[in-house]
C-alpha cells in the first residue's frame, strides 16, 4: 500500500515537524520510496533537515497543492509525507473536497492519512474535533500524543474530540520524548536522524549515550508507526 501523510495539528509548536522528519526516516530506514512537502514558510525545518527529499510548497494555492498529488498517477506505490504550517486545514479542507481527493485515491488505492499531533492542552484536543468534523469518516486518522511537547494526557483521553476520533476508526499513538540536550543538538544542525545515529567523528557529531537514546527513541517511534495504514 501506498499512502499519503498530511501532518497536522493547526497548532504551532506541537510537534508536527519532528513528527514529519522522523516519518521521512522511517521511510528511508525501511527504503520505502516518499517524496516530502513542506508548507511552513516561516521556518521550513522538514526541507532543511531532510534536503533532497522535501520541497517547498503553497498551501493557499490549488496549483501548488495539486503538485503534492500528481506523481501519483505515473507512479502510485510512492508515499507523500506533507508537513502542515499551523491554521492551514481551511484552504487544505477546500482543495480536497472540490478536488474530490478522496475519491480520487480511493481509485488509486491510496491510503489517505491525516496526522493530528498534540501537545497536552485544551486546544489541541479541540481541533482534533475540527478535524474529524471537517472529513467525516473516510480518511484514516492518526492521533500523536506527543510527549515531548506535554507530560499529561488525560484532558485528550476524557475528550468527546478522541471520542469522535475512535468512532472513526482513529490510530492513537505515543511519540516519547528525546532528550532535550540531545534534540537541541540535532535541531541545532540541522541533522538528519540517520546521521544524528552514525555520525561518530563528524564536527557535531553525538556522543556514544546521545547516540544510544536516539537510536532508542527512534526504535519505539518506528514499533508505533509498524502498526499504521503506511
Known sequence: MSSINFIGGEKGGVGKSVTARVLAQYFIDHNRPFTGFDTDRSH???????EGYASPV?????????????????????NVIVDLAAQTLAPLARWIKESELLDVF???????????????????SELLGTLID????????????????GSDFGMLLASQSLAKATSAGAHVITLPRL????????DANNTSFWKAVNDRQGEHALGLLERQRVKSWLATTYAAFDTLPL
Open 44 to 50: 521550513s525545518s522538514f526541507t532543511r533537515f531532510y
Open 58 to 78: 503553497v498551501v493557499d494555492s490549488f496549483e501548488g497543492l495539486d503538485t503534492i498529488v500528481n506523481g501519483f498517477e505515473s507512479n502510485p506505490e510512492q
Open 106 to 124: 480511493d481509485e488509486l488505492g491510496v491510503a489517505v492519512n491525516f496526522w493530528h499531533v498534540l501537545d497536552d492542552g485544551k486546544d489541541s
Open 134 to 149: 471537517t472529513f467525516g469518516a473516510r480518511p484514516n486518522y492518526i492521533v500523536v500524543q506527543n510527549y515531548g511537547r
Open 179 to 186: 532528550h532535550e540536550a540531545s534534540m537541541r543538538k540535532i
